[in-house]
């Protein structure tokens, strides 16, 4: 009989992104993730990085690995009212926590005149639902241990900002969710319901065809979960189903416009037949000279952009380039390399997949400056894929990232199962142990990206521009 299972502020994380995750961990006795990539996923950083951002404070760092001997430690500095505490442990019965850092503040506990708060660092840019529940099982541990729940919990950013917000507005959601965790973990199986946070799991192709399966109606590219219950609630509870509903049966579905009712039937369509519906116009420019495909690959745990990739196509010829930050001091060389190369080419397009490499030249064009000429290309030729296709495009895919778009269009990665979290850790991989095919997988895996990215848009141009 299995021993009753520990709970920690994970197990938040692991829940809302996909609750089978959390099953399928406690029931098919799962390794828990390496230390690295659970820090990519839940938005972490190194501790360098962490501990760069607390030097205006007394830092006393509860530096053990026994859980046990780390929660007993803590205890002790609470006790003694240090004002920091960096990696401290709470532990009672089988809630386990350790958040990032304990702040003293005045008032009354049972420790006297102070009570403790906790604060995650986050290198997000905004206070996620999962740092909330986060919080609220903080406070929770640290009112049984310090007589006293926190108002407040906290996430500090990697830009220094700190935000606040109530642990009154999250409790009630929090109680209901630790709930539905203790079902889990006494043999509840929770129901599939695809969303993108199934990607965080090292189950995903598993769940995606337990999914595909029952021919779930979260299957349909983003999909509310209120549009689900509704159609489930008008009798349309599967992807077929949805696809062979007749328009006057559309219309008994409350809550949901019929606009977006015939947006989702398309997509069941799709997803049934397997094929693409084109629903509008695309109009790419018409490119006269060299066109440019940009990727960017990027460390969140340092804050470090260390490859900038360039696929220069002209007529039949393309040619890769980068610009490679071997180390974290490389990388405003690397920026500034990439600039001037692109600046070679003041009438061509740049295009990309998704929004990230225009955040991303946005800020460091503050931080290491960059020429009118690069600024004005970045403002005024930048052409987003991704947002052309959703508009006009119905692919038969839950997904539309550029790896479930472009292998869906015939495109093939050298290193078939890579992903961005890949490239992070092969790119650790050469810093920590100078790992040079792990660098070489990271350059190649940045090459596949921009080449992926020149065969969507070729794909596009031949089938939806020329028609």
């Excluded at 509704?230 to 809550?255: F, H, P, R, S, W």
Aim: charged share 30%; hydrophobic share 40%.
């Amino acid at each position: 009989m299995k021993s009753r299972p520990v709970i920690t502020e994970k197990s938040f994380y692991k829940f809302l992104k996909c609750p089978n995750w959390l099953y399928k961990k406690w029931h098919s006795a799962e390794e828990d993730q390496q230390a690295l990539l659970a820090k990519l996923q839940t938005d972490g950083l190194l501790r360098k990085s962490e501990l760069s951002l607390l030097t205006d404070r007394e830092v006393t760092e509860v530096d053990l690995d026994d859980m046990d001997e780390a929660a007993q430690r803590t205890v002790e500095l609470m006790k003694q009212g240090v004002q920091t505490i960096y990696r401290g442990a709470l532990i009672h019965e089988h809630y386990v926590a350790r958040p990032d850092v304990l702040e003293r503040v005045e008032g009354e506990s049972e420790f006297g005149d102070w009570y403790y708060i906790a604060c995650d660092i986050k290198r997000s840019s905004r206070v996620k639902d999962e740092y909330k529940m986060e919080g609220a099982f903080y406070a929770m541990l640290l009112q049984r241990i310090q007589g006293l729940r926190p108002v407040n919990g906290y996430v500090i950013f990697s830009d220094q900002r700190v935000e606040n917000y109530l642990i009154a507005d999250v409790f009630v959601n929090f109680r209901l969710t630790l709930d539905d965790i203790e079902d889990i973990f006494e043999g509840k199986k929770p129901k599939h319901f695809l969303t993108s946070g199934y990607k965080q799991s090292p189950h995903f192709d598993e769940f995606v065809e337990e999914v595909k399966a029952c021919d779930h109606l979260s299957l349909l590219n983003r999909v509310w979960r209120s549009e689900v219950y509704a159609l489930e609630d008008a009798g349309i509870a599967t992807v077929e189903a949805l696809a062979n509903t007749k328009m006057e049966d559309l219309k008994k579905v409350n809550g949901v416009t019929m606009d977006r009712l015939y947006f989702l039937q398309q997509q069941a369509i799709s997803m049934k037949d397997g094929r693409v519906i084109r629903v509008g116009d695309i109009e790419l420019p018409e490119e006269i000279g060299p066109v440019l495909i940009v990727d960017i690959e990027s460390d969140p745990m340092r804050d470090l952009h260390y490859l900038f990739g360039v696929l220069v196509v002209e007529g039949e010829k393309q040619v890769y380039h980068q610009f490679l930050a071997k180390t974290p001091e490389e990388e405003q060389a690397a920026w500034e390399a990439f600039t001037a190369f692109v600046e070679n080419y003041p009438t061509a397009n740049l295009y990309h997949y998704g929004w990230y490499e225009v955040d991303v030249f946005r800020r460091l064009v503050e931080k290491y400056g960059a020429s009118d000429a690069a600024q004005e290309m970045f403002a005024e030729r930048m052409i987003d894929l991704l947002r052309y296709l959703r508009g006009s495009v119905i692919f038969p895919s839950p997904f539309y990232s550029l790896k479930d778009i472009a292998k869906h269009l015939g495109f093939a990665w050298r290193i078939h199962d890579a992903s961005g979290l890949d490239s992070v850790l092969w790119y650790h991989k050469w810093l920590d142990e100078g790992d040079k095919v792990a660098l070489q997988d990271t350059i190649e895996y940045n090459e596949d990206d921009v080449r992926a990215t020149w065969y969507v848009r070729e794909w596009v141009m031949k089938n939806l521009v020329n028609e």
